[in-house]
């Protein structure tokens, strides 16, 4: 009876959690948070991320240099765009196209104009922040949640393109390992959109 | 009194032991992100045809050398997405079994036999045959599973396969690692023509 008792009321007890609050992902800067983990925990937009990294690597510095500042702003600037205009489901073919296209460069290898190159980054980075955008927020704010997604993307074209300039100076088998990778990419697009012309969606 | 709250003590000791031995049910295997992309990593790895067929390519890349050491792995994945796309959108493609089996007959062979066609060759050789297994990972997803992740996940198990027979075929640079090679190549044949006889039914 006893022992029905000791495990009765602490069952009970657990039956009636209250939130913890212990992550910060709910409370105060929750939304830079959201918006920071959103692009990361999303294949469909770390991988892309990440090949075009490695394509502004693969450019040369000056290119990497433009890339830098350019493609989180205008990830921002997506994001701001798709929350104000969301809705708009064709601009996400482009985030599928972003990674067939990203991944073909890389593969191939090839330098492409400078202006040729950086429209391409600029037309994906607002693809990838509208979609990024096209969420519902509540009543939390709209302007840490696009430093958040603006910050990922910094965080991933910096390191990815500084891993992939490292890599190809310092081996001599670094850009055939990025061409790899690349090809990689443009596998997993190819299959990614063929699923999605399917209506198998999945990200 | 002791007697009967040793005896409790016992009893739950007994049920969290028994609790701490339970195995994973995988009565939702192959669900989400996470099931797609083990699913799309095992995949090429549990079939024996897939997997001696993908180290065949990079043991022959690695024994033609530059650039075909690279071409050939870069190559493949592109070609079988193509062919997964065929399997994902349910265009059926005839003896694909035979296809598959053909792939390890064929190009381990070529390593047997140190054969070096030039570089168009190898590498139209490898894509055809790289359809025939992006068909059947096409084909075979599972229903549950995240197919993006899926995608990503059969694509960097094959990458990864290529490497392994890349690994080998680097022997090539000593007289006995490309006798080595050469086995293997033998030996990846011999287990292509066995999968050609069951898939004809000679065998099961």
């Known amino acids: 009876m006893k022992l029905l008792r000791h495990l009765i009321l602490p069952l009970l007890v657990l039956t009636f959690p209250e939130v913890a609050h212990a992550h910060l992902i709910s409370t105060r800067f929750g939304e830079f948070y959201s918006g920071l983990l959103h692009p990361l925990t999303t294949l469909v937009h770390i991988v892309p991320w990440l090949a075009l990294a490695m394509f502004a690597s693969m450019q040369g510095k000056a290119f990497a240099r433009r890339t830098l500042p350019l493609f989180p702003l205008a990830v921002g600037l997506g994001v701001i765009l798709g929350y104000s205009l969301g809705g708009y489901q064709d601009v996400l073919i482009l985030n599928i196209i972003s990674f ?9 290898s090839r330098p492409i104009p400078r202006y040729a190159g950086l429209a391409a980054v600029l037309l994906f980075a607002i693809s ?3 979609a990024n955008g096209d969420v519902d927020l509540a009543h939390g704010s709209l302007t840490l949640y696009v430093v958040g997604v603006t910050s990922a993307a910094y965080i991933v074209v910096t390191l990815g393109a500084g891993a992939a ?10 850009r055939i390992v990025l061409r790899a990778l690349g090809s990689w990419i443009l596998a997993s697009g190819l299959i990614y959109g063929g699923f999605e012309l399917m209506g198998i969606s999945g990200a | 009194m002791i007697n009967t709250t040793s005896h409790s003590i016992a009893r739950l000791l007994l049920l969290l032991v028994l609790a701490g031995w339970s195995t994973v049910s995988l009565a939702h295997a192959e669900v989400g992100v996470a ?3 083990v699913s799309g990593l095992l995949h090429p790895i549990f079939g024996l045809d ?4 993908m180290i065949a390519v990079g043991l022959w890349g690695a024994q033609l050398g530059m650039p075909a050491i690279y071409l050939l792995p870069i190559t493949f ?3 079988m997405a193509m062919g997964g796309l065929l399997g994902v959108i349910g265009m059926p493609l005839p003896h694909i079994e035979i296809g598959i089996a053909l792939s390890g007959l064929a190009l381990g062979a070529m390593i047997a036999t140190n054969t070096r066609p030039a570089l168009w060759i190898a590498a139209t050789l490898v894509g055809l045959f790289a359809v025939f297994h992006g068909h059947a990972h096409g084909a075979e997803m ?10 990503i996940g059969f694509v960097i198990s094959t990458g990864l396969l290529h490497l392994t027979g890349i690994m080998i075929g680097l022997l ?8 080595v090679i050469r086995v293997c190549g033998a030996v990846i044949s011999a287990f292509g023509m066995f999968f050609m006889v069951s898939s004809f039914g000679l065998v099961s």
């Open chain 2, 142 to 151: 599972p229903n549950a599973a995240n197919p993006l992740a899926y995608g």
């Open chain 1, 100 to 108: 067939v296209v990203l991944g073909a460069l890389v593969a191939l």
């Open chain 1, 165 to 174: 300039a490292t890599l190809s100076e310092k081996a001599t088998w670094g």
């Open chain 2, 50 to 53: 897939h997997l001696l067929a």
């Open chain 2, 77 to 79: 994945p592109v070609v």
């Open chain 2, 172 to 179: 090539i640079r000593w007289p006995i690692g490309a006798v």
């Open chain 2, 35 to 37: 099931g797609g992309l």
């Open chain 1, 128 to 130: 990838h922040g509208y």
